[in-house]
């Protein structure tokens, strides 16, 4: 196997891996704070809004995690760094 | 093994992995939403509006991830970046 | 073995995988949201229908994440963009 | 051993795999519905036909996702579609 | 080891691990609603014969996923549909 | 090694697999079941009898599972399908 | 290593980790329903003899799965049926 | 290494595997029943002496599970039924 | 494989692994504390603007350790150290 | 490797493994009784005696299964029957 | 591969794989410390000031560990005192 | 590698192994027998010598299993009874 | 690979792997500490001195073992006593 | 690789293995005797002396066991007694 190839191979198997490893911890960890939020807005009506806001910034701040491995593996998939390089190395090997 | 059928046996594993995997955390998450939301609106049915939207919500921001991982299947079996590169590189390797 | 038994034989694995371990999720999220739906409608009797409509929601949800990787192994056994590429490429390299 | 061999081996194991593996999450999410069920039908026995109904839709949801394993299973060991193309692949090989 | 050894070394291993790992699910499963049966009988006597004949079709629905298990395996032992399949292929090749 | 003691070594291996693995469910659900209906007679000494036929039925019910594996292990040691099979494969093959 | 070796070998590690793992899950629930029965006993100590009788058909019923496993594992160790037949196997192929 | 050898080799491995392995399950559930006994004669002490002997009924079943082990594991170290047949084998294979 | 296709390999796999598994306790941990202050704002909706203060503090520190990993994840695709050191190194070998 | 050094490896290895992986269920178990023990006695201070006695049953009950696996370890380390066996076996090999 | 590249490779796995499960204990620690502080202020707003004191101590207590992780991944890419002393093994080698 | 190596090599991994892994139940056993035990003692002052006293004998149980790893490693590392043999056995085969 | 460049590869895994598992431990049971520390001074604020004293030395001893830890890896990068000893035993087996 | 580069290739990795693996048992179990003395001294202010005692007897009870395996991993790296040894049995072997 070329190195290109090798390296396209572990991209795509990394790029896989990533992002659905990293969709379970904000999944279940947002699962867990709108339960929270449900249960809280049934309890308190009144308080719906200052909930929905807290909810809101709550669940943004826990999608950050799941959003860096969607761009870790976007990255990998269409502006790997490394593919050039490989690329050149191969060449400059061969040149 | 060609490099092309490498990229392909990697690209159709990691497609079915991503998936399945990636599905995991948001069902549990998913569930956990729903229950909390069915209790809540047992204990106050008067805010069911409200609790539905947030659950609507929610469920929606919990689905992202899923959908993340569902992209990446599809962009791995339809759209792979690294097929053609692969093929160019035998080519210009064979050329 | 010949390249399409090697990506025939990772198609069947990856869609045996995917189907099964997609279910897993799916599965154990919907028997709890189902399980808070007959404890919600057992305590508030009158709003069964609201109850049920909520439960068919959040069902259908999780249930989406199920299908995804139903379709996924479908299309690894019945519409693999792979097979059809290999073959070609097998046939240019050989041609 | 031959490609069709292996191509059977493949998809013994994995018929095996997929519909063991997929009855886990199934039995255990129909579980806990059911329970769900009997208690809220002793704590609430004139909802009984509410609840029934309720938990036959759940669990055939639920079944739906070892369904999907089970077809799965059968189209390997019965209708398994590798299986022609990979002995006409032989053939175009060795023809 | 020949082809057809090795096709029946596969399908016994196969059916052990089916029927054992596929005992694990609905055996919880059954545990758990039959669990909850009896302490809903012990609540509300009255409504034992509505709540007996809710567990029987709940353990029937969780019971069929072991059904599924078992006749996959032995199907695998004793109707197994690449057995016949394989000796055909190797006597063709070797015809 | 030969075919047949491979088929041996694997069938021994198997049975042994089945019958410990197969009894990790049933024996924890006939737990959980028996564990409720003693909680069950204590709360409701007036039902023993309902409550220890329901009992019965459940662990009868359950126990299948197990019983399933330990046909299957004593089909693997004492009547296994496929040693003649080998057998006769390997006589053809030498024939 | 002679096949009778390898037949032994497999033997011995199978009776090992049959037994051992197959006491895992009797002894987790026995101790569950053992531990309920000392409970029920506490709250209910009219109805001991009855609360005895089921516990003890439970322990029986659930120690079943563990004789299961004792069986084999005497079975692989004293009375192997593939010990016989592999070395009149290896007789049969040397003679 | 000789046959015997790795008879020794496999028997003393599995001979400390299955005693230290069978000895988690029933060290658990001895631990469960005799804190479920304690808690029983502290709620109820006049029972105390029918507590004691269910007490001693419960963890006599559960440690029989773990003599099984030892005994298998005795048997391997000092009884193993293959070692003579094992060394019978090599000398009528050698003579 | 040339040393600089291997540095950027294994670059690759563990910029994936490092963002997805470093996502996991994050994303649980952040779920928690949120899940805490929806409680909290629900029961005690005076104190709304200190708990949210207090959370967000939390999730700053949570949120911390995930962006350790993304910050490693960046580092090993576009700055990675080791990568011109091993150029220099091979040339150096070269030379 | 000679035969006698891979026995004294495997030893040395199993009585390890026997041991520490012996001391977790006992360890823990114990550590429920005692703290059964020790809320039953805070419960029910007048039954001190009777609580400590039936403790200390079940902690030499509980300890027994840790000193099984001591002992074979024991037996491994300084007692091994099989390491004279295999001095004997190799001397007639060479003999 | 060169000694140099073996080093690096080593190093830059080692990083990642420091810095992400490093994260996970800390993460986890402190959102369970966070959701402890956010309840016991709702539960007693007077002593806010206490409680947050006592929270953020804690905190830069449980991140400390991280801390650590993060130190030791830095080290490993920008200090390691091992690449300069293999570079120069290398030389004495090659010297 | 020598045998006398090896031997070292296998007895310092066990040992480190034996040590750390046989320090997790104990570990946690006293914490939750000394936890039990601090709370018993706010919840009867009265009581605290016969709970020390309690806690005391049953910490020193639970020790015991530590230390019976402990030894086992101490053993391994300075008393080591196969180190002579092998030597012996390695002169003898020299001899 | 040299010896030396073999030590340094396996310390950098090991300082590494040493720091990042060793913190799972104590950050777990640090937030376990502190979380108790909070939820007592809000249901005691007058012991607020005393509790904060027994948390500090709480979390002094748990945070011990993260140190241990540490200072082995530390140990291991910066004054390895193995480093200069294999250079040593390489440059007497040369010399 | 030489002998005495094994044997320190192991005692670094189990060195580092043994204190991380070791501290986890210790950390958790003191962080859950921690939360308990804390909760107990909320609760029994009074008592606040005899709850320290007590907790700090306990404390060192489980700071033992990860002493034993600091102690363990400091005797691998400084004083191991298996390196002298081996370097004596190369001479001797070489000599």
Avoid: H, K, W
């Amino acid at each position: 196997m070329t190195d290109a190839a090798m390296i396209a191979a572990i991209s795509i198997f990394t790029a896989g891996l990533t992002v659905s490893f990293g969709s379970l911890g904000p999944a279940l960890g947002e699962g867990r704070a709108a339960a929270a939020a449900l249960n809280a807005i049934a309890q308190q009506p009144d308080s719906a809004s200052t909930l929905s806001r807290t909810l809101f910034v709550s669940l943004a701040m826990i999608e950050s995690t799941a959003i860096y491995c969607f761009v870790v593996a976007m990255i990998l998939l269409f502006a790997n760094p490394f593919v050039d390089q490989v690329v050149q190395a191969t060449q400059s090997a061969a040149g």
